[in-house]
C-alpha cells in the first residue's frame, strides 16, 4: 500500500496542467460483494465469514490541485448479512442427530474514513478516468446470531445458542477505478472498489449449548467489492 502511493504521488509529478482548484462532493449506492476468507462459508474454518451480497454508499469529497492529481476522502459503509442457509446445512450435515434453525437478526456492516490520492484521465469531452488509492480508519461489526437445535429423536431435547454482536477496527484500505461524466454542475460516477482490513474483533459474547455465558476475541479478514452509481456536485 505504502509502493502504491508513493508511486501516485511521482506520477503527479509529471502533471504539468494549471492548479484548476477543482473539488466537488459525491453520494453513491450499489452493491457489496464480498471475496475470500469474507465470503468463505466453512463450518470448520475460523477464517470463514459466511457474507453475502450486500449494499455499498459512498460520501466522496476530492480536491484536484493539478490537471490531473488530487486527494480525496471517503466516507464508506457496507452491510452484507449472513449466509445463515449454508451454516445450516453444514451443522445438520454435521450432527444429523439434530436438527438445526439458523438466523441471524443483524448482518456484517462495515465502514470507515479513508484519505488518498487519485488521478484523472481526460478520455473524451466531459467523461474522465478516475484511479485511486487510499488508507485510513476501519471498523466492522460482526452479524449477531440465534441458533435453535432439536434432537430428532426426542422432541424434548432442545438448545439455543447465542452468539452476540462484535466490534473491531483497525486500518483499511480502498484501490479504485470509475468514470466521471460532467453534465452542468454535476458529474455522473461510476465505480468499482476493492476495499482490504484485517480485524480483531474483542469481548464477543455469547451463551453455549448449556446456558452459560461465554466471551472470546477472534480475528476476521474483511474483503469485498463494491460497484456503485452515484451523483457529484462540482463545487
Do not use: C
Amino acid at each position: 500500500m505504502k509502493k502504491l502511493l508513493i508511486l501516485f504521488l511521482l506520477i503527479s509529478q509529471f502533471s504539468f496542467g494549471q492548479s484548476v482548484n477543482s473539488q466537488y462532493i459525491g453520494l453513491s449506492v450499489g452493491a457489496s460483494f464480498p471475496l475470500n476468507d469474507f465470503k468463505k462459508a466453512v463450518l470448520d474454518d475460523s477464517t470463514s465469514g459466511f457474507a453475502n451480497t450486500g449494499i455499498a454508499v459512498s460520501f466522496d469529497y476530492a480536491y484536484r490541485f493539478t490537471h490531473n492529481f488530487g486527494m480525496q476522502i471517503i466516507i464508506n459503509y457496507s452491510g452484507n448479512g449472513m449466509n445463515d442457509g449454508s451454516y445450516k446445512d453444514q451443522l445438520n450435515t454435521a450432527y444429523p442427530e439434530y436438527d438445526f434453525n439458523v438466523e441471524s437478526t443483524e448482518s456484517w456492516t462495515s465502514g470507515g474514513m479513508l484519505v488518498g490520492p487519485y488521478l484523472k484521465f481526460p478520455l473524451i469531452d466531459n467523461l474522465s478516468l478516475d484511479i485511486k488509492a487510499l488508507g485510513g480508519y476501519f471498523a466492522s461489526y460482526s452479524p449477531r446470531v440465534l441458533i435453535r437445535t432439536a434432537k430428532i429423536d426426542d422432541i424434548n431435547d432442545k438448545g439455543e445458542y447465542y452468539v452476540e454482536r462484535a466490534k473491531g477496527y483497525g486500518f483499511g484500505y480502498l484501490l479504485g477505478a470509475g468514470f466521471k461524466y460532467k453534465v452542468n454542475s454535476y458529474y455522473v460516477l461510476l465505480f468499482g472498489n476493492y476495499i482490504s482490513s484485517s480485524i480483531e474483533f474483542k469481548d464477543a459474547v455469547g451463551w453455549d449449548w448449556e446456558g452459560e455465558p461465554y466471551s472470546n476475541s477472534f480475528n476476521q479478514k474483511v474483503d469485498y467489492m463494491t460497484f456503485t452509481v452515484g451523483v457529484g456536485y462540482i463545487l
